[in-house]
């Protein structure tokens, strides 16, 4: 099983190595390989996706991705910033499944914004379909406009756009996920206004013929964005287009309030995947030791279950990482009055040893 561990920049390298110590520790048959990837990788060859990066990642079985970015690239012409690493990632790999767990831990339901009785055991798997949509759609661009409400101004515009075998297979792989959970699955559309969205829905419907044991129903998005904050754990895995995936994952990572802890995996049709914490490379504590390793160690878990085919190893990493957080050990972004605070290798440490 070879892995391609690219740690990117900022804490990147520092997560990164507490989710290595925990793989080495399972005594697996293993093979990792690193290559430099983001600001890291543009400072030293030019770009921030080299050659030797990519063909590490599409050699391997999985990627374990730290994060990339750095304000200090933000002046470099759009497509040599650290973060066009991703979705360069994404495209050579096919990576059409977003995976984003939304677990909210019982030690750390003051954690969130919302009332502690809201999120206490909330278990939602977000599914986002990442490939398609209106952030790749054409035509796109900005022209003077010949007709609408202003004719001779500039304007821009977009093209919110899907395919039936890109529906159908999304809608295959959350139906899947959903079997291997509570057998609920919710697909979001807003197919009240959209084409694109009833497309969508048709399909799903068709899809779900061949699941007749996964309970289907649908939500518009605006709803969803409202249920998700009123009553969250009436969710539990949700498929959803690309653009309103990216919005209502990032409001459902916020419900458990620590993005330290949040895991998230992008799979292909032959289960490869880039496997990466939620967050981004945190500049602002990158070098200090502080951030929190648990959401890249549980990205390595859910890498063991989904690409590796190791459920057992993944299901002891996730109970190491409980273990910890009932021992009261935090990271300083999940610290509270009452835990011991701990450094990130610390926190590796305290992982390990749960195992
Ligand atoms: P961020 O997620 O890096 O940080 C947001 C806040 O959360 C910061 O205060 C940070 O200190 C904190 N934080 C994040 N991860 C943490 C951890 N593991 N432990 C403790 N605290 C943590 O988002 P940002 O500040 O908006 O972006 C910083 C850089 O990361 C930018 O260059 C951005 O483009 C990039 N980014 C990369 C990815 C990625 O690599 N997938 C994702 C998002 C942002």
């Known amino acids: ?50 050659e030797h990066t990519l063909n590490l990642a599409l050699s391997a079985d999985a990627v374990l991705f730290g994060a990339v970015g750095d304000w200090k690239y933000d002046k470099l012409e759009r497509h040599l910033r650290p973060e066009q690493a991703i979705l360069g990632l994404r495209k050579a790999l096919g990576l059409y499944a977003n995976f984003r767990p ?23 798997l977000l599914i986002r379909e990442l490939t398609g949509d209106i952030y790749f759609g054409t035509p796109r661009g900005r022209r003077t406009a010949e007709d609408g409400h202003f004719p001779g101004t500039e304007e821009a515009f977009d093209t919110m756009r899907y395919s ?22 919710t697909s979001v559309d807003k197919n009240n206004v959209l084409e694109t969205s009833q497309l969508w829905k048709d399909v799903v419907v068709e899809v779900a013929k061949e699941y007749p044991d996964v309970e289907l129903d649908h939500m518009l998005v605006d709803n969803a964005a409202m249920q998700l904050v009123k009553a969250p754990k009436k969710f539990d895995v949700v498929v959803t287009g690309n653009m309103f995936g990216d919005i209502l994952s990032d409001e ?7 993005i330290g802890m949040l895991p998230s995996a992008s799979l292909n049709d032959k289960n490869q995947g880039l496997y990466e914490p939620s967050h981004g490379s945190a500049p602002d504590i990158a070098g200090q ?3 929190n390793p648990l959401a890249t160690i549980l990205s390595a878990a859910m890498m063991l279950r989904f690409s590796l085919n190791q459920e057992a190893a993944a299901t002891r990493i996730e109970a ?5 957080l009932e021992q009261g050990l935090r990271t300083v972004d999940i610290w509270s009055e009452g835990t011991t605070k701990v450094s990130t290798a610390e926190m590796g440490d305290a992982v390990v040893a749960a195992l």
């Open 252 to 258: 459902a990572a916020m419900l458990t309030g620590s």
């Open 320 to 324: 190491a990482v409980q273990k910890v």
């Open 164 to 185: 039936r075998p890109e529906i159908e297979r999304i809608a295959h792989t959350a139906f899947q996920a959903a079997q291997k959970r509570s057998k609920r699955l």
């Open 102 to 124: 939304a677990i909210c831990y019982k030690e750390l339901v003051n954690a969130s914004s919302l009332k502690p009785e809201l999120v206490a055991g909330l278990d939602i």
């Open 289 to 291: 030791g502080i951030a």
């Open 1 to 50: 099983m070879k892995i391609a561990i690219l740690p990117g920049d900022g804490i990147g390298h520092e997560i990164i190595a507490e989710a290595v110590k925990v793989l080495n520790a399972l005594e697996l048959d293993l093979e990792l390989e690193y290559a430099d990837v983001g600001g890291t990788a543009y400072d030293k060859h030019g770009h921030p996706l080299p």
